[in-house]
């Protein structure tokens, strides 16, 4: 037997360290072990016993089952984000923002799929065997939470129409999109295409619609076979865009509207590629407002949609639920706006 193989194997055999074998190691009892594992020695345990048990995990390499024992008193200390397309940067700001909120007292734990695709209910009903302490669930449909029926505290993210479901924290994206059909009607746009998302949820079809209508009312065109689907990714985005473009460009379409900051990244670079002035032939804007868009070369119009608070604010939400406190507003709503930059200018210009 190789020599790796056997420390493997032995690994293998090594039985779990306990806070039993860090409590005899140390000369303490186990309660004294769980004290200092869990950061609970304030006026509780000696500077010495404190010392003498860090030594003994340190030396032990004892990591506390927090999951085991948290499930043991009938919940875990988890809590689950479920959402779809994980691949769309815009998703880290909300992570983050989670996080912070829940602080440390709280495990994160990410129920996603690939792109273009949400959970399945299966999937996330296999999690609540681990006995959450509470569910976000980001952009869902009726229909999922329908089968889901969560009954400990959960709290929708970006879910407009669904409120009746559970307490949300929304983001009024049809502000953002109004104003962008605004901005490119007063840069004298008559013409403009659309590349949405084909995930399906209700945010993407609220800042579809909302652009469609405030462009027909200001006497901005954008045809139906000038809209198209992607996955949020760059690569496809690209791909999608360089297939219609000639045929856009014949009919005069000056003006790209992107349902993500990632789609218009990929038709920025396909323009790029077909030799597409930006914004002289074309003006480029996206949503979400993501970082890489006021370094672009040139920078990205976009929607900014605050992600940060959108998790910090469902993960604040979600925290006085699962510590039994009264929600003060149980629907909120978060405002979007309009950053131009140069990727978008007055037509003929």
């Given at each position: 037997?190789?020599?790796g193989?056997?420390?493997?194997?032995?690994?293998?055999?090594?039985?779990?360290?306990?806070?039993?074998?860090?409590?005899?190691?140390?000369?303490?009892?186990?309660?004294?072990?769980?004290?200092?594992?869990?950061?609970?020695?304030?006026?509780?345990?000696?500077e010495?016993?404190?010392?003498?048990?860090?030594?003994?995990?340190?030396?032990?390499?004892?990591?506390?089952?927090?999951?085991?024992?948290?499930?043991?008193?009938?919940?875990?200390?988890?809590?689950?984000?479920?959402?779809?397309?994980?691949s769309?940067?815009?998703?880290?700001?909300?992570?983050?923002?989670?996080?912070?909120?829940?602080?440390?007292?709280?495990?994160?734990?990410?129920?996603?799929?690939?792109?273009?695709?949400?959970?399945?209910?299966?999937d996330?009903?296999?999690?609540?065997?681990?006995?959450?302490?509470?569910?976000?669930?980001?952009?869902?449909?009726?229909?999922?939470?329908?089968?889901?029926?969560?009954?400990?505290?959960?709290?929708?993210?970006?879910?407009?129409?669904?409120?009746?479901?559970?307490?949300?924290?929304n983001?009024?994206?049809?502000?953002g999109?109004?104003?962008?059909?605004?901005?490119?009607?007063?840069?004298?746009?008559?013409?403009?295409?659309?590349?949405?998302?084909?995930?399906?949820?209700?945010?993407?079809?609220?800042r579809?619609?909302?652009?469609?209508?405030?462009?027909?009312?200001?006497?901005?065109?954008?045809?139906?076979?000038?809209?198209?689907g992607?996955?949020?990714d760059?690569?496809?985005?690209?791909?999608?865009?360089?297939?219609?473009?000639?045929?856009?460009?014949?009919?005069?379409?000056?003006?790209?509207?992107?349902?993500?900051?990632?789609?218009?990244?990929?038709?920025?670079?396909?323009?790029?590629v077909?030799?597409?002035?930006?914004?002289?032939?074309?003006?480029?804007?996206?949503?979400?407002d993501?970082?890489?868009?006021?370094?672009?070369?040139?920078?990205?119009?976009s929607v900014h949609?605050?992600?940060?608070?959108?998790?910090?604010?469902?993960?604040?939400?979600?925290?006085?639920?699962?510590?039994?406190?009264?929600?003060?507003?149980?629907?909120?709503?978060?405002?979007?706006?309009?950053?131009?930059?140069?990727?978008t200018?007055?037509?003929?210009?």
């Amino acid at each position: 037997m190789e020599s790796g193989d056997h420390v493997q194997e032995l690994r293998g055999r090594t039985p779990r360290v306990t806070a039993a074998m860090v409590a005899a190691r140390a000369g303490v009892s186990t309660a004294t072990v769980s004290l200092v594992a869990n950061g609970k020695t304030r006026g509780r345990v000696s500077e010495d016993n404190i010392s003498r048990v860090q030594e003994a995990i340190a030396e032990l390499g004892y990591v506390v089952d927090s999951i085991g024992s948290s499930l043991a008193k009938g919940i875990s200390s988890i809590v689950i984000l479920v959402a779809p397309d994980i691949s769309n940067p815009f998703f880290a700001k909300v992570i983050a923002g989670v996080r912070g909120s829940l602080g440390a007292d709280y495990q994160l734990l990410l129920s996603v799929t690939d792109a273009g695709e949400f959970p399945r209910v299966d999937d996330v009903r296999r999690l609540l065997a681990l006995r959450p302490a509470g569910l976000l669930v980001d952009a869902p449909s009726a229909a999922f939470l329908d089968e889901l029926s969560v009954a400990g505290p959960l709290v929708l993210l970006d879910a407009p129409g669904l409120e009746s479901f559970a307490p949300s924290v929304n983001l009024d994206v049809g502000h953002g999109a109004r104003l962008l059909a605004r901005h490119l009607a007063d840069s004298g746009h008559k013409r403009a295409a659309y590349v949405d998302s084909v995930t399906g949820t209700a945010t993407f079809e609220i800042r579809r619609a909302a652009f469609l209508a405030e462009s027909a009312a200001l006497g901005v065109t954008v045809a139906p076979d000038h809209v198209i689907g992607t996955t949020i990714d760059v690569g496809a985005a690209a791909s999608a865009f360089a297939a219609v473009w000639p045929a856009w460009q014949r009919d005069g379409v000056t003006a790209v509207v992107c349902a993500t900051d990632t789609h218009a990244y990929g038709v920025l670079q396909e323009a790029r590629v077909a030799g597409v002035r930006i914004p002289q032939e074309l003006a480029v804007a996206g949503f979400d407002d993501l970082p890489y868009s006021a370094t672009s070369s040139p920078g990205l119009t976009s929607v900014h949609l605050p992600g940060d608070a959108l998790g910090a604010k469902a993960g604040e939400q979600l925290r006085r639920l699962m510590e039994g406190k009264g929600l003060e507003e149980s629907q909120l709503i978060l405002q979007s706006s309009l950053i131009v930059r140069g990727s978008t200018e007055p037509a003929g210009t």
